[in-house]
């Protein structure tokens, strides 16, 4: 606006204006032997041709330096009462730029804290805000929104360790070395900009001593193998409650184990030590197998030799249980028939005898021939020969009568009546 207003009153402020330093008594400069329009230029020609272009500019009549006063031998001079018109809309357009200097634009996800001497004050929205200008009050913003990150351990590679902040010791009394990163954002932007003096340093130092108290609890194999999400939780955990204590408004997002290992200067007896680890747990997989293969079967074994053993004394059990209830039968028929029971029993048991026996050799009553009976070919010609009768009976219409005995069934009936004569004979001589 001052550079518009000055192009309107077409002021040139120029070293190069041939008419700076021209005095009407240019005489005196001839005289001291300088010629017109060298030197410095004339600062009160220059402020009485500024307020006469700033009256012409507002309507005012230009007088004439030597002319007469219209309001009388009394009043303010013209070029003072232009002077004070110019200093008055200098100074209002200085305010007003003043002023506008306190306007700042807080973006989306942001937040403004106007801070008045440098003491908190208030926290502006997102959008056009306004405060004092300076020195009353100053604005801070802050990103509230945006996820930070914190690395430990390295710094923007793995490659770039920080073995200061990387090496830990074990509950196992064993080093390692774990490389990690913090992601977290701001809840609190006062608490963010006034609790912490270095936040970032303060946080990678919180969370160094978050983790080496996780880890010192911990042993060496649980943090290098299933307990890293356990720690990197447990981590996040104590980090939270220590930020907390220190009012630093941070949430902690995530805590990510970039790399968990032993020291570079043992890894290669670690590796011995982890091969030797899984060889072990081989060998003890394949005996476990091995256990699960075998010991189903012996108790399969063992439960069947059981169940056979049961059974076999059931059967004892109850074969004699039987015998001596049809002895007690026995017992009581013989005291009614002793004879007829003695011929039964004799009969039975011969017929036991027998029916074990594949050859039986007779003494025919001369006492000179030897008859061989197949006994057992006999007793299967019999069975076949009933079965087929059973069958002829229950598919012809007409009765069994007709069929003709074979010629050896009837000779094994004759010699079966004869032993029957004989030894009925023998018992009545005894």
């Given at each position: 606006?001052?550079?518009?207003?000055?192009?309107?009153?077409?002021?040139?402020?120029?070293?190069?204006?041939?008419?700076?330093?021209?005095?009407?008594?240019?005489?005196?400069?001839?005289?001291?032997?300088?010629?017109?329009?060298?030197?410095?230029?004339?600062?009160?020609?220059?402020?009485?041709?500024?307020?006469?272009?700033?009256?012409?500019?507002?309507?005012?009549?230009?007088?004439?330096?030597?002319?007469?006063?219209?309001?009388?031998?009394?009043?303010?001079?013209?070029?003072?009462?232009?002077?004070?018109?110019?200093?008055?809309?200098?100074?209002?357009?200085?305010?007003?730029?003043?002023?506008?200097?306190?306007?700042?634009?807080?973006?989306?996800?942001?937040?403004?804290?106007?801070?008045?001497?440098?003491?908190?004050?208030?926290?502006?929205?997102?959008?056009?805000?306004?405060?004092?200008?300076?020195?009353?009050?100053?604005?801070?913003?802050?990103?509230?929104?945006?996820?930070?990150?914190?690395?430990?351990?390295?710094?923007?590679?793995?490659?770039?360790?920080?073995?200061?902040?990387?090496?830990?010791?074990?509950?196992?009394?064993?080093?390692?070395?774990?490389?990690?990163?913090?992601?977290?954002?701001?809840?609190?932007?006062?608490?963010?900009?006034?609790?912490?003096?270095?936040?970032?340093?303060?946080?990678?130092?919180?969370?160094?001593?978050?983790?080496?108290?996780?880890?010192?609890?911990?042993?060496?194999?649980?943090?290098?193998?299933?307990?890293?999400?356990?720690?990197?939780?447990?981590?996040?955990?104590?980090?939270?409650?220590?930020?907390?204590?220190?009012?630093?408004?941070?949430?902690?997002?995530?805590?990510?184990?970039?790399?968990?290992?032993?020291?570079?200067?043992?890894?290669?007896?670690?590796?011995?030590?982890?091969?030797?680890?899984?060889?072990?747990?081989?060998?003890?997989?394949?005996?476990?197998?091995?256990?699960?293969?075998?010991?189903?079967?012996?108790?399969?074994?063992?439960?069947?030799?059981?169940?056979?053993?049961?059974?076999?004394?059931?059967?004892?059990?109850?074969?004699?249980?039987?015998?001596?209830?049809?002895?007690?039968?026995?017992?009581?028929?013989?005291?009614?028939?002793?004879?007829?029971?003695?011929?039964?029993?004799?009969?039975?048991?011969?017929?036991?005898?027998?029916?074990?026996?594949?050859?039986?050799?007779?003494?025919?009553?001369?006492?000179?021939?030897?008859?061989?009976?197949?006994?057992?070919?006999?007793?299967?010609?019999?069975?076949?020969?009933?079965?087929?009768?059973?069958a002829a009976r229950t598919t012809a219409a007409a009765p069994a009568a007709n069929t003709v005995m074979p010629q050896e069934a009837m000779q094994t009936v004759e010699?079966?009546?004869?032993?029957?004569?004989?030894?009925?004979?023998?018992?009545?001589?005894?």
């Amino acid at each position: 606006m001052l550079v518009s207003l000055l192009k309107k009153t077409g002021l040139k402020l120029s070293l190069n204006d041939p008419r700076w330093g021209n005095r009407k008594d240019d005489g005196k400069k001839a005289q001291e032997g300088k010629k017109p329009g060298e030197g410095p230029p004339d600062l009160d020609q220059l402020w009485r041709d500024f307020n006469q272009r700033l009256n012409a500019f507002f309507g005012q009549k230009n007088r004439p330096d030597n002319g007469g006063n219209n309001n009388g031998g009394g009043g303010p001079r013209p070029d003072m009462k232009g002077a004070g018109i110019t200093a008055g809309v200098v100074g209002v357009i200085a305010v007003f730029i003043w002023l506008a200097s306190g306007a700042f634009i807080v973006q989306e996800g942001q937040s403004g804290v106007v801070l008045t001497f440098g003491q908190y004050t208030r926290t502006a929205p997102a959008g056009l805000n306004w405060r004092w200008p300076y020195p009353f009050q100053t604005d801070e913003t802050v990103n509230v929104s945006q996820v930070r990150t914190v690395e430990v351990g390295y710094r923007t590679s793995l490659r770039n360790k920080q073995a200061s902040e990387s090496l830990m010791l074990t509950d196992d009394e064993n080093i390692i070395d774990i490389q990690f990163a913090v992601q977290y954002t701001l809840k609190d932007p006062v608490e963010w900009l006034f609790s912490l003096r270095d936040q970032e340093d303060t946080l990678r130092q919180v969370a160094e001593t978050a983790i080496r108290e996780v880890v010192g609890r911990s042993k060496m194999d649980f943090v290098l193998y299933e307990g890293r999400e356990k720690v990197a939780f447990d981590t996040q955990k104590l980090m939270q409650q220590i930020l907390e204590d220190y009012k630093s408004g941070v949430l902690i997002n995530n805590v990510t184990m970039q790399a968990v290992q032993p020291p570079e200067q043992v890894q290669a007896a670690f590796d011995d030590a982890v091969k030797a680890g899984q060889d072990r747990e081989r060998q003890k997989n394949e005996g476990q197998a091995y256990a699960n293969d075998v010991i189903p079967k012996a108790r399969g074994a063992a439960f069947r030799l059981v169940q056979e053993a049961e059974a076999y004394r059931a059967m004892v059990t109850e074969n004699s249980e039987g015998n001596a209830s049809r002895f007690k039968q026995v017992l009581v028929e013989y005291q009614k028939a002793p004879a007829v029971t003695r011929d039964r029993m004799y009969l039975e048991t011969m017929q036991q005898v027998f029916s074990s026996a594949s050859k039986v050799m007779v003494d025919a009553k001369t006492g000179s021939n030897l008859l061989y009976l197949p006994l057992d070919k006999l007793i299967a010609q019999q069975a076949a020969s009933d079965a087929s009768a059973a069958a002829a009976r229950t598919t012809a219409a007409a009765p069994a009568a007709n069929t003709v005995m074979p010629q050896e069934a009837m000779q094994t009936v004759e010699v079966n009546s004869r032993r029957d004569s004989r030894s009925s004979r023998e018992r009545e001589s005894r």
